[in-house]
């Protein structure tokens, strides 16, 4: 059974850091496009960034760019989102999801969220001072 945990949430001061985490069990990473996603209070969820296993491409939207990052993926079952400089309008639910594949393919990882297969339970950021 394919479970997604995210881990690494918390409090943090504006501009300060945090590494989220996104353990996935149940099958082996490898051709898998992998996105972060959050949702604010009263917010809709929205793309934050993602990464397609096969090439190691990534993308972020441009509230993120410069300053969310997906380290490089070491065949491992963990994918990492690295938040530096957050801001207060960066407080959300982030969850990470899966969007399957099963052979290598060069496609753009995309950031809506119908495209996305499995779903992990959420980890809460808070910035604040």
């Known amino acids: 059974q394919l479970q997604l945990v995210e881990s690494g949430g918390g409090l943090v001061q504006p501009g300060g850091s945090l590494r989220l985490s996104c353990a996935v069990s149940?099958?082996?990473?490898?051709?898998?496009?992998i996105g972060w996603f959050r949702q604010a209070p009263g917010k809709e969820r929205e793309g934050v960034s993602c990464?397609?296993?096969?090439?190691?491409?990534?993308y972020s939207t441009d509230s993120v760019k410069g300053r969310f990052t997906i380290p490089k993926h070491n065949a491992e079952n963990t994918v990492y989102l690295q938040m530096n400089s957050l801001k207060p309008e960066d407080t959300a639910v982030y969850y990470c999801?899966?969007?399957?594949?099963?052979?290598?393919?060069?496609?753009?990882?995309?950031?809506?969220?119908?495209?996305?297969?499995?779903w992990g339970q959420g980890t809460q950021v808070t910035v604040s001072s």
């Open positions: 990464i397609n296993l096969s090439d190691s491409s990534t």
């Open positions: 999801a899966v969007y399957r594949w099963r052979t290598y393919h060069s496609s753009a990882c995309p950031m809506g969220g119908e495209f996305y297969d499995y």
């Open positions: 149940g099958i082996t990473l490898r051709y898998d496009i």
